[in-house]
């Protein structure tokens, strides 16, 4: 069973939004730390926007603030969203989300600490 699943890719001309969404199996990821990391092709892998587990403090690569929120629903917080305003055609990427088991040091938008990791959605944004 895959423990993430991301869905509302889609695509978009720019300057469009959209929302992603991550749903997790399981309760206790609502204690987790989760993140959205995307890749473009022929990109290596780049943290987009992280939110803890509990406080819910948020993180953003500086390519995406004031233009992403990363929100946890607060009826089922093991669910997260994306919502992506102004999007531009460098955005263009296949979207993951990912998990982190709390009880550890923890750098946001660092891959490596992460642990679980869904199957992706793509993202696509025309000029």
């Known amino acids: 069973q895959v423990p993430l699943v991301e869905s509302g890719g889609g695509s978009v001309q720019s300057g469009g939004s959209l929302r992603l969404s991550c749903v997790a199996s399981?309760?206790?990821?609502?204690?987790?730390?989760m993140a959205w990391f995307r890749r473009g092709l022929g990109e290596e892998r780049e943290g987009v926007a992280a939110?803890?587990?509990?406080?819910?403090?948020?993180?953003y690569a500086d390519s995406v603030k004031g233009r992403f929120t990363i929100s946890r629903d607060n009826v089922n917080p093991t669910r997260i969203y994306l919502e992506m305003n102004n999007l531009k055609p460098e955005d263009t990427a296949m979207y993951y989300c990912a998990a982190k088991p709390p009880g550890q040091s923890w750098e946001p938008l660092q891959p490596q600490q992460y642990k679980y990791w869904g199957q992706g959605t793509q993202v696509t944004v025309s000029s």
């Open positions: 939110t803890s587990g509990g406080p819910g403090l948020s993180y």
């Open positions: 399981g309760y206790a990821y609502s204690m987790y730390a």
